[in-house]
């Protein structure tokens, strides 16, 4: 959406009933479960707006939670087989809904659960939930993260650049105390010869100071 999208308020109800973008069979292309294959569930709207955001989340439509899990069981199969165990939420911000219900009933039918959140909304959700924050920085530093989210939270997944300010550094947001995993992921600049450059200031970061490098593997592929 590159900043152009409305901040939505959340939007929290029983969870029968969610704006949802799309349903696609993919890899997760980064994280701690990259190269996993995974049916991603994409959530609409979100609470920032972020200028190098390149998503589209806000041409959604109003799914009952049991279509969504039945469209979920379907792409996870190649005939009487499951081939895809996990399930990604993801958006725009999926902490916006009330997406507990959703996440008990895809745990009951036997699948792993990620979550990607940008960290600055909560909700209690089951114990076996990986949640994975994106911090934001919108140019006055780092939107802090909720202190009811951090001790959930399974990995940090800081996006750099080599050139945008806002995006040079890994800020301390609370992963020292709860012993979080940092992840740098070079940010996706539109530009061939930007994304080399913050590829390798990624690289540089992970080596120097331990963290772990993400790269958007999907992107490097070619698949959604």
Known sequence: ?????????????????????????????????????????????CNLACDFCDT????????????????????SMVGASRTRNLVVITGGEPMRQTIAPLCEALIEKGFQVQIETNGTLFQPLPESVHIICSPKNQGQG???????????????????????????????????????????????????AQNAENMAYAVKL?????????LQLHKILGIA
């Open 142 to 192: 780092y939107h802090p993260i909720r202190p009811d989210l951090l001790p959930h939270i399974n990995a940090l997944k800081f996006i750099v650049s080599a050139r945008d300010f806002a995006y040079t550094g890994v800020e301390e947001l609370g992963q020292t105390e709860h012993n979080i995993p940092v992840y740098v992921q070079p940010m996706d600049e539109q530009d061939g």
């Open 56 to 75: 589209e989340f806000e041409s959604f439509r109003e799914i009952s939670l049991q279509d969504i899990v039945q469209e979920v069981h379907g792409l």
């Open 1 to 45: 959406m590159f900043g152009t999208n409305p901040k939505r308020a959340p939007k929290m109800n029983d969870g029968q009933m969610l704006d949802v973008q799309e349903i696609f069979p993919t890899l997760q292309g980064e994280g701690p479960f990259a190269g996993y294959p995974a049916v991603f569930i994409r959530l609409g709207g």
């Open 206 to 214: 992970a080596q120097r100071y331990g963290y772990r490098l993400s």
